[in-house]
């Protein structure tokens, strides 16, 4: 959950005041992966020399560090690379100290930035102070840089290359991680790999890159016995372990010029794309176990191990994204903006999928996939946090429509339990990053048993949408806040066209489906309609709920979900205890919290629920209690007598993305008044790329 770039140019001269700038500038753009701490390493004065600068607290912070360091801000490069990071901490509180990058040495012969968790660096610690080397950080990610320093000590008379040494890292370490490698001893020589973490590349040239892809070199052992020795001693404790592996080297045709010779260019490693959109819409996405080495303007992938089925190519794509999709413009915070850009999010994540004359739902992703879904046995959603809101809130018009039972998982749990999974289930697996690591984990215990695997995501390119079988992307646009808003209802979408697709085969609920058709081509006016109410949200946040310290928010049905996430985002945002009840377990332990002290919100929008709801209500005001309602527009009876959020009605399966709305700005205001950090609240950070 931290944030990585890298910037290298060859041939393009630059000053350090500008290198420095690109690597603040870039970090500041993934501020929301994490901001405990940052830091970044550039060149000193010479190429045996590396200046790292950190700083507690957000890139700011850094930034201003940055500008009162004593060094030659004009020094120009013709060729250089650097790399920067902000933490979201893990092992060791915020500190100079504990922030990346990670030296190896006081000497910095070594500098690493990473994102993720290397679950064995007890034994890997353990080892290298036997050997009497010595730590500075309660780290784990300080242990790969000794390690690295090492493994070249013991195989420099080798000529170990700059690869080669970083595959000798890497097949050591446990866990997940995205690395970026920098060193003394390979001056303009940069290394990037992964595991588990995001990383990609972006590509800026004059001319256009001759082919639009990078080719893939594996080792290649040159006999059976030679290979099973590799395999066997492939370890920095053996003698041989790192020795320089035999390569099928080439040159990499994607950078090369019109008169075969090597072309001026810049690159930007990146945890996400959007720290590159400013420079290049050119990327590459790096896969699990990736090394890529960018040296004399050239980038070359190579593979830590070689498996059935691994493509021998890396595709060059075109972001779609533009630069003004990441800028917050007028608003305050990013989450005002995205919550704000809702009704275009919707349009988007429908767009060319929903025909509203012909009533017809269309998700290419899927087109494949159809016949074997609509046999499963079951349908198993598995996701975290606002992720999995969005599945529960959809699960039951997914049993409605296709007659196929639904179960809704917490990833981490599905993983804990080691849920039996058998070839007849499909499995979908939400997440907004498509990132997230229990979920990517509980994808690929799926994969493993056989299941249909079908991903629902945010990002084009990541792991979720590279390995499941099939899925849908939900087109939001890119997400900031760590807080997500935007993303919830377009997965809430995504879900609902995935059950009207799986169901056109079903004349039974032909009219259900056009029912909630309609609906959806309404929705974005219903969204335009409650943005509207922002200034009476905001009123009753500061006149009500701004001094409590706690707060239910209950619900039934399709409601719970939205319970379940207004009160996330309420506590996540604000600090403010709250809790979603499901109203029907009003009477089994949660109504002896109810008092004429404790404030409710009561979600009771009309449905076939509506009486039972009704219910909840009066053992609350039964009880003295104050409830806060949210109701349709058009239900005089509680408006009269109660205070209320009012909301357009729709169909009864959409009604939560409408009723999730004042939830989120409310949420929003709440944290306002407490002055706290909307878009950065303490100790989470966007994209969990760790367990």
Same mark, same amino acid.
């Given at each position: 959950?931290?944030?990585?770039?890298?910037?290298?140019?060859?041939?393009?001269?630059?000053?350090?005041?500008?290198?420095?700038?690109?690597?603040?500038?870039?970090?500041?753009?993934?501020?929301?992966?994490?901001?405990?701490?940052?830091?970044?390493?550039?060149?000193?004065?010479?190429?045996?020399?590396?200046?790292?600068?950190?700083?507690?607290?957000?890139?700011?912070? /850094?930034?201003?560090?940055?500008?009162?360091?004593?060094?030659?801000?004009?020094?120009?490069?013709?060729?250089?690379?650097?790399?920067?990071?902000?933490?979201?901490?893990?092992?060791?509180?915020?500190?100079?100290?504990?922030?990346?990058?990670?030296?190896?040495?006081?000497?910095?012969?070594?500098?690493?930035?990473?994102?993720?968790?290397?679950?064995?660096?007890?034994?890997?610690?353990?080892?290298?102070?036997?050997?009497?080397?010595?730590?500075?950080?309660?780290?784990?990610?300080?242990?790969?840089?000794?390690?690295?320093? !090492?493994?070249?000590?013991?195989?420099?008379?080798?000529?170990?290359?700059? #690869?080669?040494?970083?595959?000798?890292?890497?097949?050591?370490?446990?866990?997940?991680? *995205?690395?970026?490698?920098?060193?003394?001893?390979?001056?303009?020589?940069?290394?990037?790999?992964?595991?588990?973490?995001?990383?990609?590349?972006?590509?800026?040239?004059?001319?256009?890159?001759?082919?639009?892809?990078?080719?893939?070199?594996?080792?290649?052992?040159?006999?059976?016995?030679?290979? *099973?020795?590799?395999?066997?001693?492939?370890?920095?404790?053996?003698?041989?372990?790192?020795?320089?592996?035999?390569?099928?080297?080439?040159?990499?045709?994607?950078?090369?010029?019109?008169? +075969?010779?090597?072309?001026?260019?810049?690159?930007?490693?990146?945890?996400?794309?959007?720290?590159?959109?400013?420079?290049? %819409?050119?990327?590459?996405?790096?896969?699990?176990?990736?090394?890529?080495?960018?040296?004399?303007?050239?980038?070359?992938?190579?593979?830590?191990?070689?498996?059935? =089925?691994?493509?021998?190519?890396?595709?060059?794509?075109?972001? $779609?994204?533009?630069?003004? $999709?990441?800028?917050?413009?007028?608003?305050?915070?990013?989450?005002?903006?995205?919550?704000?850009?809702?009704?275009?999010?919707?349009?988007?994540?429908?767009?060319?999928?929903?025909?509203?004359?012909?009533?017809?739902?269309?998700?290419?992703?899927?087109?494949? !996939? /159809?016949?074997?879904?609509?046999?499963?046995?079951?349908?198993?959603?598995?996701?975290?946090?606002?992720?999995?809101?969005?599945? /529960?809130? #959809?699960?039951?018009?997914?049993?409605?429509?296709?007659?196929?039972?639904?179960?809704?998982?917490?990833?981490?749990?599905?993983?804990?339990?080691?849920?039996?999974?058998?070839?007849?289930?499909?499995?979908?697996?939400?997440?907004?990053?498509?990132?997230?690591?229990?979920?990517?984990?509980?994808?690929?215990?799926?994969?493993?048993?056989?299941?249909?695997?079908?991903?629902?995501?945010?990002?084009?390119?990541?792991?979720?949408?590279?390995?499941?079988?099939? +899925?849908?992307?939900?087109?939001? =646009?890119?997400?900031?806040?760590?807080?997500?808003?935007?993303?919830?209802?377009?997965?809430?979408?995504?879900?609902?066209?995935? *059950?009207?697709?799986?169901?056109?085969?079903?004349?039974?609920?032909?009219?259900?489906?056009?029912?909630?058709?309609?609906?959806?081509?309404?929705?974005?006016?219903?969204?335009?309609?409650?943005?509207?109410?922002?200034?009476?949200?905001?009123?009753?946040?500061?006149?009500?709920?701004?001094?409590?310290?706690?707060?239910?928010?209950? =619900?039934? +049905?399709?409601?719970?979900?939205?319970?379940?996430?207004? *009160?996330?985002?309420?506590?996540?945002?604000?600090?403010?205890?709250? $809790? =979603?009840?499901?109203?029907?377990?009003?009477?089994?332990?949660?109504?002896?919290?109810?008092?004429?002290?404790?404030?409710? &919100?009561?979600?009771?929008?009309?449905?076939?629920?509506?009486?039972?709801?009704?219910?909840?209500?009066?053992?609350?005001?039964?009880?003295?209690?104050?409830?806060?309602? &949210?109701?349709?527009?058009?239900?005089?009876?509680?408006?009269?007598?109660?205070?209320?959020?009012?909301?357009?009605? #729709?169909?009864?399966?959409?009604? +939560?993305?409408?009723?999730?709305?004042?939830?989120?700005?409310?949420?929003?205001?709440?944290?306002?008044?407490?002055?706290?950090?909307?878009?950065?609240?303490?100790?989470?950070? %966007?994209?969990?790329?760790?367990?």
């Amino acid at each position: 959950m931290c944030g990585i770039f890298g910037y290298f140019n060859f041939l393009i001269e630059r000053d350090r005041r500008f290198i420095l700038d690109t690597l603040v500038n870039g970090l500041s753009r993934l501020e929301y992966r994490g901001y405990d701490s940052a830091g970044l390493a550039v060149d000193g004065d010479s190429e045996k020399e590396a200046l790292i600068i950190k700083q507690v607290g957000k890139v700011a912070a /850094l930034k201003k560090l940055v500008d009162e360091q004593e060094i030659d801000f004009s020094k120009p490069f013709i060729s250089h690379c650097g790399m920067a990071h902000t933490r979201w901490a893990t092992h060791g509180q915020p500190s100079p100290t504990n922030s990346h990058p990670h030296r190896s040495d006081p000497n910095n012969e070594f500098t690493i930035v990473h994102n993720g968790i290397i679950t064995n660096y007890k034994e890997i610690k353990t080892l290298l102070e036997k050997k009497g080397i010595t730590f500075e950080t309660e780290t784990d990610t300080e242990c790969v840089a000794k390690l690295t320093k !090492y493994i070249y000590d013991s195989q420099k008379e080798n000529n170990i290359t700059f #690869t080669a040494l970083v595959k000798a890292v890497a097949k050591e370490l446990e866990g997940s991680f *995205a690395f970026i490698f920098k060193s003394v001893h390979y001056p303009n020589e940069i290394i990037a790999t992964r595991r588990g973490s995001p990383l990609l590349v972006g590509v800026k040239t004059a001319q256009k890159l001759k082919v639009d892809f990078v080719d893939v070199e594996f080792g290649n052992p040159t006999t059976e016995t030679e290979a *099973a020795s590799a395999k066997e001693s492939n370890s920095f404790l053996s003698p041989t372990g790192a020795s320089h592996p035999h390569l099928q080297r080439s040159q990499s045709r994607a950078f090369l010029s019109e008169d +075969g010779l090597p072309q001026p260019i810049e690159f930007f490693l990146a945890s996400d794309a959007s720290a590159i959109i400013e420079h290049t %819409k050119r990327v590459l996405y790096l896969e699990d176990d990736d090394i890529a080495h960018v040296a004399e303007g050239e980038l070359h992938v190579h593979r830590l191990r070689r498996e059935d =089925g691994d493509s021998s190519t890396r595709s060059i794509q075109t972001l $779609e994204m533009e630069l003004a $999709e990441i800028m917050k413009g007028a608003f305050d915070h990013f989450m005002q903006k995205e919550i704000y850009e809702q009704p275009e999010s919707v349009v988007n994540t429908m767009r060319g999928r929903v025909n509203f004359e012909n009533h017809k739902v269309t998700l290419g992703g899927l087109r494949g !996939y /159809l016949p074997i879904i609509r046999r499963a046995r079951r349908i198993m959603f598995v996701a975290c946090g606002t992720s999995y809101h969005s599945c /529960l809130a #959809t699960r039951s018009i997914f049993e409605e429509l296709t007659e196929i039972p639904g179960q809704t998982e917490l990833a981490s749990d599905f993983l804990d339990r080691r849920t039996p999974i058998f070839r007849d289930d499909v499995c979908v697996f939400v997440s907004q990053s498509g990132e997230t690591a229990d979920t990517i984990l509980a994808m690929r215990y799926c994969l493993e048993r056989g299941a249909v695997c079908v991903g629902i995501t945010n990002t084009v390119g990541s792991s979720i949408s590279r390995e499941t079988h099939c +899925g849908v992307h939900i087109n939001a =646009g890119p997400e900031i806040g760590v807080a997500s808003t935007k993303a919830y209802t377009s997965q809430y979408i995504a879900l609902v066209m995935m *059950a009207l697709q799986l169901s056109e085969d079903r004349n039974s609920v032909t009219g259900r489906r056009q029912e909630i058709i309609d609906g959806l081509y309404r929705l974005p006016g219903h969204i335009k309609e409650v943005l509207a109410e922002d200034a009476n949200l905001q009123t009753l946040a500061k006149d009500t709920l701004s001094k409590e310290r706690s707060l239910l928010l209950m =619900g039934r +049905g399709y409601q719970n979900a939205t319970c379940l996430e207004g *009160a996330l985002k309420i506590k996540e945002i604000s600090y403010m205890h709250s $809790e =979603g009840i499901l109203a029907g377990e009003l009477k089994h332990g949660p109504l002896a919290l109810v008092d004429e002290n404790m404030p409710v &919100i009561l979600i009771m929008t009309k449905d076939s629920l509506y009486p039972k709801v009704q219910s909840a209500l009066q053992q609350v005001t039964a009880r003295k209690g104050q409830p806060i309602i &949210i109701c349709n527009s058009s239900d005089d009876s509680l408006i009269k007598d109660y205070k209320t959020i009012r909301v357009p009605q #729709t169909v009864d399966c959409l009604q +939560g993305l409408i009723n999730i709305i004042p939830l989120q700005i409310l949420s929003y205001h709440l944290a306002i008044l407490q002055g706290v950090n909307v878009d950065f609240p303490r100790n989470l950070a %966007k994209s969990v790329t760790v367990e």
